[in-house]
C-alpha cells in the first residue's frame, strides 16, 4: 500500500532561520512521483514540485530545495533563512502511476515568527 | 479558463438535504479529480475521470457520493442526503493528460451540514 508520513505536525521558527519538513513514503511502484504543495492561510493548494523516481538529483529553487532520498525512501524540503510569508501548512504527496491519483500526508504546519 | 474554477466557494445546507458541487477545470484538461480535505488533514482522493469517463471512483465513501462530468468538462460531485460528516473542503484539480502529474487544484468548496 501507499502511504505519506509527515512526522513533524507543527514547527515554530524565527525569521531567517533555516528549516527542514521531513516526508517519508511507502510504495511498491518503481515509477512514481513526488511532489510537495503549500496551503496558506487563504486555503488554497500551491503546487511547489514535482520529482520523478528516477531522478535523485536535489532541486534547488531561491530559497527552497527538496533532498531525495530513494535509500531513505524520503524527500525532505528545506526553507533556507525563513520568512513570515512561509507560514503555512505543507502537505507531501506521492502519486499512484497508472491514475495520476495522490496520495498525501497529514501536512506539516510551519509558523514563522518575526 | 485561467485556472480551476470551483462554484460555490461556501455551501451550508441542513443535513438530510442533497447538494451539488461544480468543477470547471481548465480548458482543454482531459484529467479532473476531486478530493475532499478535513479539518487538519491532507486531501483525500475520491474519484477521477479521462475524458467523459469515470476512471476511478474507489475513493467515493458511500453511495451518497456520485460525481458526472458528461460532455468532458465540467464536473459536479453530488453527495445525497447529506450528514454532518461530510463537512469538509472539497477540491476540485485538472491536467493535461493522464501520467503528465502536478495538476492543478480548484480553490475548493467549504461544505458546512449543521
Known amino acids: 500500500a501507499q502511504k505519506v508520513t509527515q512526522a513533524q505536525t507543527e514547527i515554530s521558527v524565527v525569521e531567517k532561520e533555516d528549516v527542514t519538513l521531513d516526508c517519508v513514503y511507502e510504495?511498491?511502484?518503481?515509477?512514481?512521483?513526488l511532489f510537495w504543495y503549500k496551503q496558506p492561510p487563504s486555503g488554497e493548494l500551491v503546487f511547489l514540485i514535482r520529482r520523478n523516481s528516477f531522478d535523485e538529483q536535489n532541486e534547488i529553487s531561491g530559497r527552497y530545495s527538496w533532498n531525495f532520498q530513494k535509500s531513505t525512501s524520503s524527500f525532505n524540503f528545506t526553507i533556507t533563512a525563513s520568512q513570515v510569508v512561509d507560514s503555512a501548512v505543507y502537505f507531501c504527496a506521492l502519486s499512484d502511476p497508472n491514475t495520476d491519483k495522490l496520495i498525501f500526508g497529514t501536512g506539516t504546519r510551519l509558523q514563522v515568527f518575526p | 479558463g485561467a485556472g480551476v474554477s470551483q462554484s460555490p466557494r461556501y455551501k451550508v445546507t441542513k443535513r438530510g438535504q442533497d447538494v451539488a458541487l461544480r468543477c470547471d477545470p481548465i480548458?482543454?484538461?482531459?484529467?479532473l479529480y476531486w478530493y475532499r480535505q478535513a479539518l487538519g488533514q491532507g486531501p483525500e482522493f475520491l474519484t477521477y475521470f479521462n475524458y467523459e469517463a469515470q476512471q476511478d471512483k474507489s475513493g467515493l465513501p458511500n453511495d451518497r457520493f456520485s460525481a458526472e462530468r458528461p460532455e468532458g468538462s465540467i464536473s459536479t460531485l453530488t453527495i445525497q442526503r447529506t450528514e454532518q460528516r461530510d463537512s469538509a473542503m472539497y477540491r476540485c484539480?485538472?491536467?493535461?493528460?493522464?501520467?503528465?502529474?502536478?495538476?492543478?487544484f480548484g480553490s475548493g468548496t467549504r461544505l458546512t451540514v449543521v
Open positions: 510504495t511498491r511502484d518503481t515509477t512514481y512521483y
Open positions: 484539480a485538472s491536467s493535461s493528460r493522464q501520467g503528465r502529474a502536478g495538476y492543478t
Open positions: 480548458s482543454g484538461h482531459v484529467s
